[in-house]
């Protein structure tokens, strides 16, 4: 059974904005930091790390056919990423789809998704978007278009940051996990106010800080964050696999790795990534 945490925090609809542009904008001499989470096996490790706690899969590329309401008040929650369409994420996507291939299955439905934007209605969406979406992603430009919108709002600019910030591999996916989950809007428990609080606590790498240290205390914001809202109250994707990565010391995410989320076990091993 797949098992869904979240569709996205309150804050993503400012993210899809936000993140990509300048919130995430870093000095020309930000610490460069060792190996990067963009590298490419380290990605496929990122997307397999949030799909066992998203999808209760490693098969992150199964995903993006996936769409349901999972009961938070965010809409249909659906793909790679989990694009909502009460938090705006959807219908860029949609419209990034559209623009590159007008009279797709899915484009008869943007008004629809404009106008259910920031709410949990489906009106105007069912009964046929869902079957809708799930023929679009047998199209290898929809699928396109997923991986490309969760590099340009999540992905990349959490790398971003956390490059910035001094931190390693474990450290980017910790940022691009808690932005996927929360977003970075205003509130108090969006991606920037769980850095900032962290912050409070320990200096980052780039301000002469341990490393470990700053990530448990950006870690423990995180927790608290995600305690906040019953959908994230559940917290073994960072207690038992960012914390259990941390602990032992493995801040580049090196494979072999071993994790469980909601109990359930998982393993990476050294070749299992390209």
């Known amino acids: 059974m797949r098992t869904r945490s979240k569709a996205a925090a309150a804050g993503r609809a400012a993210a899809s904005v936000v993140l990509g542009l300048a919130l995430f904008a870093v000095p020309s001499a930000a610490h460069a930091g060792p190996a990067g989470l963009d590298d490419p096996a380290k990605k496929e490790i990122a997307m397999q790390l949030v799909s066992s706690a998203e999808n209760s899969s490693l098969d992150w590329k199964a995903q993006y056919g996936y769409i349901e309401d999972i009961g938070d ?16 994420d959807m219908v860029e996507l949609v419209e990034l789809y559209t623009q590159r291939k007008p009279g797709n299955v ?115 914001a995180r927790v608290w964050a995600m305690k906040q809202e019953e959908a ?19 801040l580049n995410l090196d494979p072999p790795l071993d994790w469980k989320v909601y109990g359930d076990p998982y393993h990476i091993g050294r070749s299992s990534t390209p």
């Open 106 to 220: 899915l484009a008869e439905y943007l008004p629809a998704l404009r106008a259910v934007d920031g709410s949990d209605s489906h009106e105007g969406l069912d009964p046929g978007f869902t079957d809708a979406w799930k023929k679009a992603a047998q199209d290898a430009d929809f699928r396109k278009a997923q991986d490309d919108e969760r590099d340009r709002v999540y992905f990349n600019p959490a790398v971003k940051r956390g490059k910035a910030d001094g931190v390693g591999v474990l450290g980017q996916f910790a940022y691009y996990d808690a932005v996927v989950m929360h977003g970075d809007g205003d509130d108090a428990t969006s991606f920037g106010s769980i850095r900032k609080k962290a912050m409070g606590k320990a200096r980052t790498p780039a301000q002469g800080g341990d490393e470990r240290t700053y990530l448990g205390a950006f870690l423990d």
């Open 232 to 250: 994230h109250s559940d917290t073994s994707r960072v207690d038992t696999a960012q914390r259990v990565f941390l602990n032992k010391g493995n």
């Open 73 to 88: 008040g965010r809409g249909y929650t659906g793909g790679i990423i989990g694009f909502c369409s009460g938090t705006h």
